[in-house]
């Protein structure tokens, strides 16, 4: 029987003979799906023997052909060969050593006669494992073994570590798409078959099924389809895989809506439900700071998670407040929308924010007074400036360069400041004393009309603090449009 014969008869009968002789049947399998050796070796029978006869017990036995392709026991060939004459039977004994694949080279004189059996063994092209994986319906834990030795053998991967390594034999004739898919398959189906095992297995022997399925959802090398396992670990109520999933994925926001639904729902996971909150937000919170209000109003929906979790309560509203996460009023309408927390909860908390909001009132009042009275005095200097009526005295007696006695000739700025006419440069037109901080405003204003442009700074701005935003456009004249003409009046 050739590889292909056996393969198609392996997927047509292979259910009958796993219900007949499951162990041989699933090594036999295992080879089949691993093993790059052909099933059997053609030979070509010398003239010089006596014709095969039918064997009077009714052909090979089925467990010789199971053992073929195997290292452990006797070739298949051997055991299902009739028998011979005395003399050609101790012919076969002059070399006990000889497997069923190492054949004497040929030429080589046995017994004065050439030998003309010669073996030809190629590589041959393995099945897809997912084709006989309806023989094992009724046999669970023979298609486990099925399913880890194929893994082992054919793709090198495992579970458990090892330090001796595995040699796997590289296929030629393999899709890299199909093996993919295969692994895939292989190893969605172990994880189903862990989780239902543990299901049905003794107290004893549920914590080994559990730990490989957490090893499966944990390790990086393993290919599984995160989609799938989200269907069986949900289907199984395995809630730690459930959990091990999500945050492998990122979605934290669910780990902690899943804790806050099994509070919610009572029962054997209700009383480690809250626990199991707080500690996904410390885990999470620093990264996702979006999650605090969600836990603030768990925390807070009722009585009884109030009075257990005060004190995660009250660090988090410290945490909130030194972050920034939320703003004074957002915490006090999330703690007011109903009876359960209380004033004196939250009383040093609330009394913090009022002293720290009127130091910042009190901070901007007095800005507000000093550019009052600076305004007031810029205008009262336009107007006299302005004022062509009156003719403005200097009074200055220093020069404001050389700090000297002012004398002839002397030049006046019309922001009282005095200088020697030899003091000044002979192309100033301009306060030297002023005329850095005129510079600084010139440049001001030029930065400010090359913003006008960058609307993407306005938008990142308003995002961060729209209020700030507007306030800041304001002050810095975002209103005042430059007139390219002059109003007709």
Known sequence: ??????????????????????????????????????????????QGLPSRQPSTSGGPSYLSYLALNRDRGVSPTAASAPALPAGDRSSQQDSPHESRTATP???????????????????????????????????????????????????????????????????????????????????NTLLELYLSSAMSAEESKKQAFIDKALKILKSEDIPC????????????????????????????????????????EGGDDASNASPEVIRCLDQYG????????????FLTSSPELLSKHTADVTKMLEYIDE??????????????????????????????????????????????????????????????LSDSDHPRVFHVTQCTACKGQLDLPSVHFMCNHSYHQRCLGEHDTECP?????????????????????????????????GFAAVAAGFGRGIMNLSRTEPLAI
């Open 1 to 46: 029987m050739g590889t292909e014969a056996a393969e198609g008869n392996l997927a047509r009968y292979g259910r009958a003979m796993l219900n007949s002789l499951p162990e041989e049947t699933t090594e036999l399998l295992i080879d089949v799906c691993t093993s790059l050796t052909p099933l059997t070796i053609d030979t070509d029978e010398p």
């Open 225 to 264: 389809d995160s989609t799938h396992a989200l269907i069986l670990c949900s289907t199984q109520n395995f809630t730690l895989g459930l959990v091990l999933l999500w945050e492998k994925l990122g979605m934290y926001e669910d780990v902690v809506r899943f804790w806050i639904d099994k509070y919610r």
């Open 105 to 187: 080279p040929p030429g080589t004189p046995t017994n004065g006669q050439p030998n003309p059996i010669q073996a030809r063994v190629t590589s041959v092209k393995r099945p897809s494992p997912r084709i006989y994986f309806p023989h094992f319906i009724d046999h669970k834990e023979k298609f486990v073994q099925f399913l880890e030795s194929v893994a082992l053998k054919r793709w090198g991967q495992r579970l458990e570590e090892s330090a001796v390594p595995v040699v796997v034999e590289n296929d030629p004739f393999a899709d890299p798409q199909a093996e993919q898919s295969d692994q895939v398959a292989v190893w």
């Open 286 to 297: 620093v990264e996702h700071p979006h999650l605090y209000p969600l836990v603030l109003r």
């Open 323 to 384: 972050e920034k996460i939320m703003p004074p009023l957002s915490v006090v309408q999330v703690l007011s929308r109903n009876g359960v927390a209380s004033v004196g909860l939250v009383k040093q908390w609330l009394v913090s924010r009022i002293r720290e909001a009127q130091d910042e009132i009190d901070t901007d009042q007095k800005l507000i007074d000093s550019y009052r009275t600076e305004t007031d005095t810029k205008l009262k200097q336009v107007e006299s």
């Open 433 to 465: 004393n002023c005329a850095r901080s005129h510079g600084m405003i010139r440049e001001i204003r030029r930065n400010n009309e090359r913003l006008a442009d960058q609307h993407d700074v306005y938008l990142s701005e308003v995002k961060d603090g």
